[in-house]
């Protein structure tokens, strides 16, 4: 059974920090494309990075100016995301995602962590 499960959202304060991960399972974990997205109350999901299957190539969202780390350990079949300075308008679901190199779009999805940043 292929599964994304997220972990390691919760409350905290701005400026705080927090490390979320997620477990994926049923699927070759090291061939796939990793990502986090998010989706704060009333908006669209949006794209916050990926890494590639190896971890020599990541990208993030511009307005993380480089608060935001992702990484991957393929031996655990885990992907993180530490984010740092954490602001009230980061309050957010945050969704791991999965897609193969050749794929166009986002394919497995995570049910999504909650993170809540309060002021």
């Known amino acids: 059974q292929v599964q994304l499960v997220e972990s390691g959202g919760g409350s905290v304060q701005a400026g705080d920090s927090l490390r979320l991960s997620c477990a994926a399972s049923?699927?070759?974990?090291?061939?796939?494309?990793m990502a986090w997205f998010r989706q704060a109350p009333g908006k669209e999901r949006a794209f916050v990075a990926s890494?590639?299957?190896?971890?020599?190539?990541?990208s993030y969202a511009a307005s993380l100016k480089g608060r935001f780390t992702i990484s991957r350990d393929n031996a655990k079949n885990t992907v993180h995301l530490q984010m740092n300075r954490l602001k009230p308008e980061e309050t957010a679901v945050y969704y791991c995602?999965?897609?193969?190199?050749?794929?166009?779009?986002?394919?497995?999805w995570g049910q999504g962590t909650q993170v809540t940043v309060s002021s």
């Open positions: 049923g699927f070759t974990f090291r061939s796939y494309v």
């Open positions: 995602a999965a897609k193969t190199v050749d794929s166009l779009t986002y394919t497995l």
């Open positions: 890494i590639n299957w190896s971890g020599s190539s990541t």
